[in-house]
């Protein structure tokens, strides 16, 4: 539960906070806040309760006209324009110290030209590019000064680097060069969405999420943790809390598997509840963070507090 996080997007949520943060949570994941008035509730709030603060980029809505920074786009003004973009956010953001600052990585996504994608939600068309016009080759070049920039910019603002996998590719799940790039910039980090994980798997034939859990969950920051339903024709229940009763073969994401994976490869991994709570009822939230907690726990150790969270 120490490792515990829930998510604040739009604002300050007084009653979401209220029922979803717990006593001894981490802390909290902020993103788009659209008033500089809830920032600084939510600086006071940490501040007299002791969690951390979290920023899912960008903090502030409102200040560009797409959500993500194309750090990564082939056109040089489209990549200083990021670059500029975040460094303005980072000045801002100082005086809520944030411990980690995300990132959606990579940004623009390469997309497979193998698969169908329409399934996969995108803010804008320039948040892609297909793999066709996108080579390895400048997927490195970029993704090694981009990595660079973030390793002394995290130094400068004192914060950790997060970088979250969007929709991937192969040339980040059939070679070794981000893994060698992990362990060059070991304070860089990684979040694993298991939505975002999941939804792929369904479908991307190429793409095996366990496996990706696997090789990367070790330099994992943080799980983004929500289930969603997948079946045949539709795709459901986006952002649902996970629940030992939604079972993988009625179509919902194997949690319990990822899970199993995550605790062995990084078992002091933060756990970012990154689901809608008003998707189910009070005593399903609490179920919800025990049987994650569970989940997540040595089974080794004694169960003797199982029962409480």
């Not at 324009?81 to 995300?102: D, G």
């Given at each position: ?11 300050f ?13 981490y ?24 969690f ?55 940004k ?35 993704s090694?000064?981009?990595?660079a ?16 996998f ?10 070794e ?83 199993t ?49």
């Amino acid at each position: 539960m120490k490792n515990f996080m829930i998510g604040q997007y739009g604002g300050f949520d007084q009653a979401k906070y209220a029922r979803d943060f717990k006593e001894g949570f981490y802390g909290i994941e902020a993103c788009l806040f659209d008033s500089e008035e809830d920032i600084q509730k939510l600086q006071r709030e940490s501040q007299a309760k002791g969690f951390a603060i979290g920023v899912h980029f960008p903090l502030r809505a409102g200040q560009s006209e797409l959500r993500d920074a194309l750090f990564m786009d082939a056109h040089d003004q489209t990549r200083a324009e990021a670059f500029e973009r975040i460094e303005r956010e980072l000045a801002f953001m100082a005086f809520i110290q944030p411990t980690y600052i995300l990132f959606h990585y990579p940004k623009p996504v390469i997309l497979d030209n193998r698969v169908d994608w329409s399934e996969w939600r995108f803010y804008d068309s320039r948040d892609y590019v297909w793999e066709h016009v996108y080579t390895e080759a400048e997927f490195r070049y970029r993704s090694e000064q981009l990595f660079a920039w973030l390793a002394e910019k995290g130094k400068e603002f004192h914060f950790t680097p997060v970088l979250e996998f969007d929709a991937l590719n192969r040339y980040v799940y059939e070679t070794e060069f981000l893994e060698c790039l992990l362990q060059k910039y070991p304070m860089i980090k990684l979040c694993l969405d298991t939505g975002r994980l999941f939804l792929q798997e369904k479908i991307d034939p190429f793409f095996d999420a366990r496996p990706v859990i696997q090789k990367y969950a070790k330099y994992a920051w943080s799980i983004h943790l929500k289930s969603m339903k997948v079946t045949a024709d539709k795709v459901e229940f986006v952002h649902f809390p996970v629940l030992p009763e939604c079972k993988p073969e009625a179509g919902w994401a194997p949690i319990e598997d990822y899970l199993t994976i995550i605790r062995k490869e990084n078992p002091h991994v933060k756990i970012m509840f990154e689901h809608r709570s008003d998707q189910v009822t009070d005593e399903q939230l609490e179920r919800c963070y025990l049987w994650v907690k569970q989940l997540l726990s040595d089974p080794h150790e004694s169960t003797s507090s199982s029962n409480s969270i």
